[in-house]
Nanobody
């Protein structure tokens, strides 16, 4: 079994910064892609950024130039550095890992963190 634990959310003023972390633990063989998603009240969950095993990144247009996704493979941890935050960035942020078990790299399972609230307000 695998668990993802997120941290780093909170309340910040417009223009401020936050850094989210998501650490995976448990039966982990390899981690392919990792990503951050967010969901504001009354909306669907949307992609914020992803990073694959080659460290290739993809960002939503709304966060390009402001957010940076990174990963620490040794710690099985994903990060999201968020700068120049705007009120429209307010949402619950979820991490997502695609993980293969130690027994076989043929199988890939999707795991989600519990979510962390980010509120941008003056």
């Amino acid at each position: 079994q695998v668990q993802l634990v997120e941290s780093g959310g909170g309340l910040v003023q417009p223009g401020g910064s936050l850094r989210l972390s998501c650490a995976a633990s448990g039966s982990i063989g390899s981690i392919a892609a990792m990503g951050w998603y967010r969901q504001a009240p009354g909306t669907q969950r949307e992609l914020v950024a992803t990073i694959n095993s080659a460290r290739t990144t993809i960002y939503a247009d709304s966060v390009k130039g402001r957010f940076t996704i990174s990963r620490d493979n040794a710690k099985n941890t994903l990060y999201l550095q968020m700068n120049s935050l705007k009120p429209e960035d307010t949402a619950v942020y979820y991490c997502n890992f695609k993980i293969s078990p130690p027994s076989s790299s043929r199988y890939v399972y999707n795991y989600w963190g519990q979510g962390t609230q980010v509120t941008v307000s003056s």
